[in-house]
């Protein structure tokens, strides 16, 4: 029974695999084992092949079975997008063991407060990153092993994969003499995905196996998906430790796509991938956007291949949208709206459906409604509420977090977003304001629960509150306010420094510092950031006078 002003996605053009995602991500790599691009770095052209990935990831299954592992503990990985980036994480799939990936970008009190959330007994990295997993190793001692993905030597002591692999594999190992275990793809984890959630500090997104099987049928559904014809080239631009770079390279393995991987954004590299690869599709967070409506450079490079052009990870403006359709020839911009917690998109525009600015439609397999926060009730077309979501694609909850797990998913299974939108009578969604707190810098989450801690740590300061300001190449830039201690002085500069001597650089204080007498706070002393935004605005519309 279909109820009053709850949307439903369409009718699915395929059923979802009955098995798990790693059953499905295994029958995918062997059936596209011809090819010999799965992946490649446009930086340095190299690439790996769907049969080397299938071979390694099956050997990286069997010894990490034969060590003891099990659905009960966790797989990490933390290193930059690279070729070997996906072995660990399929090998952990196909047994049903969680993994959780971490930033390699963290800084050694992110990392530490980051893995204690999954708790991994093995961690995967990369050379680059592997000396930052050694010296949090040294203080968790939960971590019982480190290997080493992209070297074929092993590193002072640690384990590359090779090494590893050989200890219970031979070069006669066969991997279709490897089976992935079956079990139920509603239950078992597939994922533990960092996020900040709806308001507070970072936490651990639960997704199931069905999570993914859902997500591989979007993929391949000819309305919502991206191109599905195998050998296809897709740039890859989002790093894939993080949320959206994880669930779009799984969905790319499924169809056999060729993944044209950059580490970085550059915008000359960016263009030139975009040339000289004939990429049909892109799928970029707003920066790259505002980039592509307004450099220069874009003029200098042949983007004809270009049919697609898809954003999300962050709102994008109309007026971007529409200026990168003109310059491209295209007859519009595709957008999608998800969350880490909904699995990557649930909210996509329809290939037969395109308008700027709308997010677009519900996918098949979810329910959507917008719900009146005063009353409970879901609104209809055009009128604002915020946004929740039902499916079994959704997160389970958090990781050993069931409070905050219960402020997000109601006691009826809905998912609250946090976001603020309508829906017109076609069905189409549009996104116009936010409950959360987050801030989104270039598509990447920042708490501002997390700065604001970290500013009361510093003895001269008495109290801070941090908010997000509008820009319009990042989205939104985290910048603070902050109240001094009596008789204590301190530049705008070394409070910028004091925070980024402990964060990532997505979450530095770009923003700006400003130094008030109090932090606006409501009758309970929660910070009302409304009130944070206005007095940044003033300042800067004061700057131009």
Not at 183 to 212: C, N, W, Y
Not at 304 to 311: D, I, K, N
Not at 413 to 421: A, F, N, P, R, T
Request: glycine share 8%; charged share 20%; hydrophobic share 40%.
């Amino acid at each position: 029974m279909e109820e009053e002003n709850i949307r439903y996605g369409d009718r699915p053009r395929d059923i979802v695999h009955p098995g798990s995602a790693g059953e499905q991500l295994y029958q995918s790599l062997y059936k596209f084992s011809y090819f010999p691009e799965a992946i490649v770095d446009a930086h340095t052209n190299e690439k790996i092949s769907y049969a080397t990935i299938f071979e390694t990831s099956c050997r990286l299954a069997v010894s990490i079975e034969k060590l003891g592992l099990n659905e009960r503990n966790v797989v990490g990985v933390c290193s930059e997008s690279n070729l070997n980036f996906f072995n660990p994480v399929l090998a952990a799939l196909y047994l049903g063991i969680p993994v959780a990936t971490s930033n390699d970008m963290y800084t050694d009190g992110e990392l530490s407060g980051h893995l204690n959330i999954s708790k991994p007994d093995i961690m995967f990295c990369s050379k680059k990153a592997l000396p930052l997993i050694l010296r949090a190793q040294k203080n968790l001692n939960f971590i019982k092993k480190v290997v080493v993905i992209d070297s074929m030597f092993n590193i002072d002591g640690v384990e590359c994969v090779h090494s590893f692999v050989s200890h219970y594999t031979d070069s006669s190992f066969d991997p279709l003499s490897f089976k992935p275990k079956q079990f139920d793809p509603l239950q078992e984890i597939a994922l533990i995905m960092s996020s900040s959630g709806t308001t507070g500090l970072p936490k651990g997104v639960v997704l199931s196996h069905r999570s993914l099987t859902i997500r591989f049928v979007h993929s391949r559904d000819p309305l919502y998906g991206t191109r599905t014809i195998p050998e296809t080239s897709i740039l890859s631009l989002v790093p894939f430790h993080h949320a959206f770079g994880m669930f779009t390279t799984l969905s790319y393995f499924v169809v056999g796509l060729r993944i044209v991987m950059l580490k970085k954004f550059e915008g000359d590299l960016f263009l030139k991938t975009i040339q000289n690869y004939k990429i049909p599709t892109i799928v970029v967070a707003p920066p790259v956007m505002v980039f592509l409506a307004k450099s220069p450079l874009v003029d200098k490079y042949d983007l004809s291949s270009l049919r697609e052009v898809a954003t999300g990870g962050a709102p994008l403006g109309k007026d971007v949208g529409e200026a990168v359709a003109k310059r491209l020839g295209l007859s519009g911009v595709l957008q999608g709206y998800g969350l880490t917690e909904t699995c990557c998109a649930v909210v996509i525009t329809p290939h037969n459906n395109v308008k700027t600015g709308s997010a677009g439609k519900v996918v098949p397999y979810v329910s959507a409604k917008v719900l009146d926060k005063a009353t409970g009730k879901a609104l209809g077309p055009k009128e604002r509420g915020e946004i929740c979501f039902k499916s079994e694609m959704l997160m389970k909850g958090y990781y050993n977090n069931p409070e905050a797990t219960r402020e997000t998913i109601d006691e009826d299974g809905w998912l609250h977003s946090g976001d603020i939108g309508y829906y017109e009578e076609d069905g189409m969604f549009y996104i116009v304001d936010r409950l959360k707190e987050l801030i989104k810098y270039k598509g990447y989450q920042v708490a501002p629960a997390e700065l604001e801690n970290l500013l009361l740590q510093h003895p001269d300061i008495a109290d801070a509150g941090v908010t997000g300001i509008p820009d319009e190449f990042a989205g939104q830039l985290p910048a603070a306010c902050v109240v001094l201690e009596p008789g204590k002085t301190l530049t705008e500069k070394e409070a910028m420094d004091f925070i980024a001597e402990q964060v990532t650089p997505t979450k530095h204080l770009r923003g700006g510092v400003i130094f008030v007498d109090r932090i606006p706070k409501g009758p309970t002393g929660k910070l009302i950031r409304n009130e944070l935004r206005a007095i940044f605005a003033k300042k800067a519309a004061s700057s131009k006078l």
